[in-house]
T-cell receptor
């Protein structure tokens, strides 16, 4: 079993819809959780960074962490075609190395 | 925000030659940088951790003599792919933390290496 599981998609939704992206993990030592967006042929761009359980909101993006269920989510409201990208979850327990999900390919259909 | 610059963005080289990739932290100092490799439609695979002023730490299965890492200053790390072969063709990405501990990684824009 992988330490971090992420549905690779592809996921296609119409413009304006709410998008839900999820990762599950098995290592209870993970404390810090990140979401990255990666456009084709580019490096990952940090979207959200959260510590422990709870919610964090930044514009159209909301990150949720449920440590009891070992489950994290990224919600995108009012999705735009420019949100079309691969979204990677990442997490660490504090040893500096990140463990990444496989990434979800998202397409927003105009 | 923290900016990591990577150069070149794309390189094509002949089999047997060496290629150097540079990674710079533009607005912060990074004692540690990380080098990743990414195959098409796959996630990032950590190759090595680059430590300023000391030897890099390589992940299991990564050949340290093939992928030479030098971290000579607090803002520059280099990855040299030596005696490149077509199977080394990949997308290489560096990253760094603007602050220590568990602050998030910031990534460069990657280097697409094609070995012919």
């Amino acid at each position: 079993q992988k330490e971090v599981e992420q549905d690779p998609g592809p996921l296609s939704v119409p413009e304006g819809a709410i998008v839900s992206l999820n990762c599950t993990y098995s290592n209870s030592a993970f404390q810090y959780f990140m979401w990255y967006r990666q456009y084709s042929r580019k490096g990952p761009e940090l979207l959200m960074y959260t510590y422990s359980s709870g919610n964090k909101e930044d514009g159209r993006f909301t990150a949720q962490v449920d440590k009891s269920s070992k489950y994290i989510s990224l919600f995108i409201r009012d999705s735009q075609p420019s949100d079309s990208a691969t979204y990677l979850c990442a997490m660490t327990g504090g040893n500096e190395k990140l463990t990444f999900g496989t990434g979800t390919r998202l397409t927003i259909i105009p | 925000g923290a900016v990591v610059s990577q150069h070149p963005s794309r390189v094509i080289c002949k089999s047997g030659t060496s290629v150097k990739i540079e990674c710079r932290s533009l607005d912060f100092q990074a004692t540690t940088m990380f080098w990743y490799r990414q195959f098409p439609k796959q996630s990032l695979m950590l190759m090595a951790t680059s430590n300023e002023g000391s030897k890099a730490t390589y992940e299991q299965g990564v050949e340290k003599d093939k992928f030479l890492i030098n971290h000579a200053s607090l803002t520059l790390s280099t990855l040299t792919v030596t005696s490149a072969h077509p199977e080394d063709s990949s997308f290489y990405i560096c990253s760094a933390r603007a602050q220590g501990g568990n602050s998030p990684l910031h990534f460069g824009n990657g280097t697409r290496l094609t070995v012919t």
